[in-house]
């Protein structure tokens, strides 16, 4: 099991680390030099994907591009998603009719099956909030 801690470094600036001492900066929508927490739930998201299809992929197409995007699907002003659309893209051009099809179905079962970011978020688990207990 993993963790990440957020730490506040700034008004309006925190990062983000995880036990490996990897970091990302965290702060506002449209903050200079750092991801909005939305922004990283589509990078999850988004990544997932990658990871969880880039064995199958580069199998069958080589180490060419792979690259996948998550959209942040709500009414503008709304704090909530209504969707977050995953779309993979990578060069099939070599794959013949057969191979496409095949392909398709194993990266769409591995993704539904294997991706946890996106299957949590089909599932919308509880998320409490821990706060300090008083002293």
Same mark, same amino acid.
């Given at each position: ?13 925190? /990062? !983000?680390?995880? %036990?490996?001492?990897?970091?990302? =900066? ?26 969880? !299809? ?10 060419? =591009?792979?690259?996948?995007? !998550? ?13 977050? @659309?995953?779309?993979? %893209?990578?060069?099939?051009?070599? +794959? %013949? %009719?057969? #191979? +496409?099809?095949?392909?398709? #179905?194993? /990266?769409? =079962?591995? /993704?539904? #099956? ?9 599932? !919308? @688990? @509880?998320? @409490? ?7």
């Amino acid at each position: 099991m993993s963790n990440v801690e957020v730490r506040r470094v700034g008004r309006h600036d925190f /990062v !983000a680390e995880n %036990d490996r001492g990897a970091s990302v =900066r965290v702060g506002r929508a449209g903050a200079e030099g750092s991801f909005s927490p939305v922004e990283l739930l589509l990078a999850a998201a988004a990544g997932c994907a990658a990871v969880t !299809a880039e064995t199958l992929v580069t199998r069958r197409v080589g180490e060419g =591009r792979l690259v996948a995007r !998550a959209d942040d699907v709500r009414p503008e002003g709304a704090h909530e998603l209504d969707a977050v @659309p995953v779309t993979l %893209d990578y060069d099939t051009s070599g +794959l %013949d %009719d057969e #191979q +496409l099809a095949a392909l398709e #179905q194993v /990266v769409r =079962r591995a /993704v539904e #099956q294997l991706c946890t970011v996106t299957r949590t978020l089909k599932k !919308a @688990p @509880p998320t @409490p909030l821990v706060l300090p207990d008083r002293p």
